[in-house]
């Protein structure tokens, strides 16, 4: 074999250990997870519902690969994804996967029970409405991750306590909830909580990840 051939097969093989680092669906949620800001390993393991044994042998599968960084907090690992363009692979990979994949199209229009809970807004008119006070923008993810980032003049308000501050929010403005992105039930739940209660509401598909891969602005609370 030539020293040519020798060192091609180096470059692909070098390029393959990110393919091969993120050929899990597990390892797929926690980028997308990750996507949200900075976690310990224990509530990584919790939001994608599996032991943390799991999660830490993934992590490192993401780690070795350099597309997550760690740091450590007394007993605690904290993960976060290397920088920007992972959040924007991820993005571009599900992206793709809507784009070629009929089952994957199905999948997806099964969680939209009825078409009219999607808002039929583009960025430009959602910003434009949110800034005029049109609409309420909510943000249902938990709160250290609105905290991290969050689309423009949205409020936080986690899916798990929207029950009980109901009352906070003005009843003749419609609500457009948004999550993690598409795969993400949290604004679907909302939506859902908002209208059994009488309540105009809807969702976007779009996350903060999906937000800023359109070149959109994004606001943040903590540096």
């Not at 020293?3 to 390029?15: G, P």
């Not at 308000?157 to 039930?185: I, N, T």
């Amino acid at each position: 074999m030539s020293s040519a051939r020798q060192i091609k097969n180096l470059l692909y093989e070098q390029v393959g250990r990110i393919g091969k680092a993120i050929s899990s669906p597990k390892r797929l949620e926690l980028i997308e997870v990750l996507c949200q800001g900075e976690k310990s390993v224990e509530q990584l393991a919790a939001d994608t519902d599996i032991s943390i044994k799991l999660a830490s042998a993934h992590l490192k599968g993401l780690k070795d690969a350099h597309l997550v960084i760690t740091r450590r907090e007394g007993k605690h690992i904290y993960y976060r994804l290397a920088d920007d363009q992972v959040a924007d692979m991820w993005v571009m990979l599900r992206t793709l996967a809507e784009e070629r994949l009929l089952e994957l199209q199905a999948a997806m229009h099964k969680l939209v029970e009825k078409p009219e809970e999607l808002a039929a807004l583009s960025a430009d008119e959602l910003l434009a409405q949110a800034r005029r006070g049109d609409i309420i923008v909510l943000d249902v993810r938990p709160e250290p991750e609105y905290s991290v980032a969050h689309l423009p003049y949205a409020r936080s308000m986690p899916v798990s306590e929207l029950q009980k501050r109901m009352a906070e929010l003005p009843a003749d403005k419609p609500v457009v909830a948004y999550c993690r992105g598409p795969f993400c039930l949290m604004a679907k739940e909302a939506v859902n909580l908002l209208e059994q209660q009488g309540r105009h509401a809807q969702r976007i598909e779009l996350g903060v990840a999906e937000w800023r891969a359109l070149g959109l602005p994004i606001e943040h609370n903590q540096d």
